[in-house]
């Protein structure tokens, strides 16, 4: 795809429905007892694989235009598939189903493609272990494809040594399902707490208390209805692009704003992006969500580091680019996770943006960004398979002097595949 610099972005988005919370919605809909109806869901390749290994398992979802409907029989009703479970390219799919077949009395096989098997699976093997579960993979249960005989599992008190909502969610939906036993698991810094906020809706009773989260045994969850917000990892993306475009204006409609997934708008306000929020006060209960205008802005560079980590964990890539226009330097550290995801964010991130003219130095846990940096283009680059990748590049042509050849553009299907209609709709 042949991608060019714009003069200005105007108009308004409707981010696509937030990935983790359709992932959640859709499993949480499967093993609850009733009808689920999800709107606004993400009809991206990873959610539907999700729908896709649900399905294999017996599990009856009508997908609409408008909804996605989920038959639930609860737990009992999950089937043995006949077939191996393919999550595609999708660790959310890969780990959060882990933690449900584990408690299921049946063998289940699971594969992704060449991404998710590089990715590690020992961080969810482990607990799941020791709470009775048998996984057996490559490297001991640290890769896929992996085999799992589910079966009784007793409680755990576990410690994760990763802020990971994957993990948190896999050993939660694992506790869900260990007779009258508790549960808690405690992270190093608070990870997206989704899977909390989504349990209660579906009935349960989910305990909280600073970085533990608490689950007993047992409990039914019962059947829902979800509005999902938009991304805001997707928005990311348009927030970003508003500000380093020149005379540019965008408003993105219904942004999910949980807390534990904000770093974002905190970074923009922080670099002294001219922005406005404006809160849906009828969505504060479950997931809030609000409106978010951007305009063109001077930024400074500043420092990402800690507890800030995983809530924008997501958004490094966009945040990296946003930087190489900041007024003095970005640095971003404590993220070594970035090498763990849909690729090593750390080199793609580097190696593409350096071709277009950046000057960003990797570092072990993340990068050092030079601001003020003039991106001339006349490059190809690639996405590497990687959706955000891909989206990051894209909105790099609109500022880069000579155009820009992006290959493998359609790994952008995996989260937002409307990205390069909005893009075009909203460029002048
Ligand atoms: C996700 C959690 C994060 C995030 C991923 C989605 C989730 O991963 O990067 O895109 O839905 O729970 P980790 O749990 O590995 O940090």
Partial sequence: MILKKVNRLEGEIAVPGDKSISHRAVMFGAIAEGETTITHFLMGADCLSTVSCFRKMGVDIEITDSAVKIKGKGLSGIKEPSELLDTGNSGTTTRLIMGILAGLPYHFCLAGDE????????????????????????????????????????GIQYSSPVASAQVKSAILLAGLNAIGETTTVVEPYKSRDHTERMLKVFGADVE??????????????????????????????????????????????????????????????????????????ASMEFEPMADITIRTSSLKGITISGDLIPRLIDEIPIIALLATQAEGTTVIKDAEELKVKETNRIDTVVNELNKLGAEIEPTEDGMIIRGKASLRGGEEVSSHGDHRIGMMLSIASCIAEQEIKLIEEKAVQVSYPDFFNDLKRVSY
């Fill in 115 to 154: 991404s998710i098997a590089k990715r590690p699976m020992a961080r969810v093997t482990e607990p799941l272990r020791l709470m009775g579960a048998s996984i057996d993979g490559r490297g001991s249960g640290n890769y896929t494809p992996l085999s799992i005989r589910g079966g009784s599992l007793s």
């Fill in 208 to 281: 909280e208390s600073g970085l533990s989260v608490s689950i007993k045994g047992g409990q039914v969850l019962k059947a829902t209805d979800i509005e999902v917000p938009g991304d805001i990892s997707s928005a990311a993306f348009f927030l970003a692009a508003g500000a380093i475009v020149p005379e540019s204006q965008l408003v993105l409609k219904r942004v999910g704003m949980n807390p534990t997934r904000t770093g974002m708008i905190d970074v923009l306000k922080e670099m002294g992006a001219d922005m406005e929020i404006k809160y849906d006060e």
